[in-house]
C-alpha cells in the first residue's frame, strides 16, 4: 500500500492538539464562544512553529498569552506571530511574561490549552503545574530527560486523566495516516511474528549560538540546551525518540534488555557542552526479538533517519519517503531478510 497524502506536524496538531479540546469533549470554553485560547510556554523556534502551526490547524484557535526565560525570545516569537497569525494573535503586552516563573503566569491566565516548548529538562514541572491548573496541553517530546522526570510525567498524566483533560505530545508519528495503518496491520499479522528491527536518526551537526560576553554558564547552557544531557537527555532522547517510539509500538511493549556504545568522536569543542555525537544500542524484546538502534549527528556522514521492521512473513518501511508498506515475501526473501 502506498500512501500519497503525508499527514505532516500542521496535520496533526489539527487533529491533535487544537482539536482534543472538541474531539474529547473536555473543554472550558467561555460561556457562548467557540474560541480555543492558547497559551505559549517557551517562544523558541519550536514554541513559536507549534503555536503558529496550532493557530492555523483551526480558525477558533486564538493565541492570548505567552512566557519565556528570556525577553529577545519572546519578543521575536511575538514579532513572528503577530504577522503570521493577523487577527488570530491577540497577546497583549500584559500577557507577556518572562522570567524563570513566566510559566505560571501564562497558567494563572484564562488560557484553555498550552503549548510546552521550552527545553526537556523542564517539562516535568511545568506539565504538573499546567495539570493543577487544569489546562489542556500539548507538550513536545521528550516529557523528560531521565528516571526522576519520567516518573513525574506518569503520575501527573494519572491526575490528566482524572481530570478528564486532554494531553498530547510531540511524537508526531503516532498521529500520522500512513504510519497508523502500517502499525494497524502489522498487529494485524500481516508480516507475521516480529523477529528483528532497525532505527536510525543519522544527520549532520545541528545549530549552535555562540556566547555572549553577558551570558552567565547557566544562561549559555540553556540556549544551548541540545548539548547538555541536564536539559535535553542528549540527541538519542531529543531526537531519536521518535524512531525508538515507532518500534515500540511496533511491538506493543517495551524492550527488557539493552547494550550500548557511543562517544564524542568529532564535537568534542567545548561549545559543544558534554553530550555524545553518535549512539548504537542492541535492544532486546519479551520474545527474543532484538532490534539495532543508531543515532549519530556528524557533518559529512551519510543521513538516514527511517525504521524497519523485519517479521516471519514480510517487511515494513513504515518511515519511507515514499510511505509504502510492503506486505508479503516469499519465504527466501524471508530468510535473507532475517539473516543480513
Known amino acids: 500500500m502506498t500512501e500519497n497524502s503525508p499527514f505532516n506536524r500542521r496535520g496533526f496538531l489539527k487533529a491533535g492538539a487544537a482539536a482534543t ?10 460561556a457562548g464562544s467557540d474560541k480555543v485560547r492558547v497559551g505559549l510556554i517557551g517562544c523558541g523556534g519550536r514554541g513559536t512553529g507549534a503555536a503558529g502551526n ?17 525577553k529577545d525570545h519572546l519578543e521575536e516569537s511575538r514579532n513572528s506571530l503577530k504577522n503570521d497569525l493577523k487577527e488570530q494573535y491577540k497577546v497583549t503586552d500584559d500577557k507577556c511574561f ?23 529538562g523542564f517539562r516535568p514541572y511545568h506539565f504538573q503545574a499546567a495539570v493543577e491548573a487544569k489546562k489542556h496541553i500539548f507538550m513536545e517530546k521528550p516529557v523528560a530527560v531521565d528516571g526522576a522526570g519520567v516518573r513525574r510525567v506518569i503520575a501527573t498524566g494519572e491526575l490528566a486523566k482524572a481530570n478528564k483533560l486532554a494531553v498530547v505530545s510531540g511524537t508526531q508519528r503516532r498521529h500520522q495516516a500512513p504510519y497508523l495503518e502500517i502499525i494497524k496491520r502489522i498487529h494485524e499479522g500481516a508480516i507475521g511474528d ?13 545549530w549552535l549560538k555562540d556566547r555572549k560576553p553577558e551570558w552567565s554558564a547557566t544562561e549559555y547552557q540553556i540556549r544551548n540546551w541540545l548539548y547538555y544531557a541536564w536539559l535535553s537527555g542528549d540527541h538519542i532522547v531529543e531526537q531519536h525518540i521518535h524512531n525508538l517510539d515507532v518500534i515500540n509500538w511496533a511491538f506493543d511493549g517495551h524492550p527488557t534488555k539493552a547494550v550500548a556504545l557511543g562517544g564524542r568522536q568529532v564535537r568534542t569543542q567545548a561549545q559543544y557542552g558534554h553530550v555524545f555525537d553518535h549512539f548504537a544500542v542492541e535492544y532486546q524484546y519479551g520474545n527474543g526479538a532484538r532490534v539495532a538502534s543508531y543515532c549519530r549527528q556528524i557533518d559529512g556522514t551519510a543521513s538516514n533517519v527511517s525504521e524497519r521492521i523485519v517479521g516471519t512473513l514480510g517487511v ?8 509504502t508498506y510492503k506486505s508479503i515475501l516469499t519465504s527466501s526473501q524471508v530468510s535473507e531478510a532475517v539473516t543480513c
Open 54 to 70: 496550532c493557530a492555523t490547524a483551526d480558525k477558533g484557535v486564538e493565541i492570548v498569552a505567552m512566557g519565556d526565560l528570556f
Open 98 to 120: 518572562v522570567g524563570f516563573d513566566a510559566y505560571k503566569s501564562v497558567l494563572a491566565t484564562d488560557v484553555d490549552m498550552v503549548i510546552l516548548a521550552t527545553p526537556p
Open 316 to 323: 515494513s518501511d513504515p518511515g519511507a519517503n515514499t510511505l
Open 194 to 206: 516480529i523477529v528483528s528491527a532497525q532505527c536510525y536518526w543519522n544527520q549532520g551537526s545541528l
Open 21 to 30: 479540546l472538541m474531539t474529547t469533549g473536555n473543554y472550558a470554553f467561555a
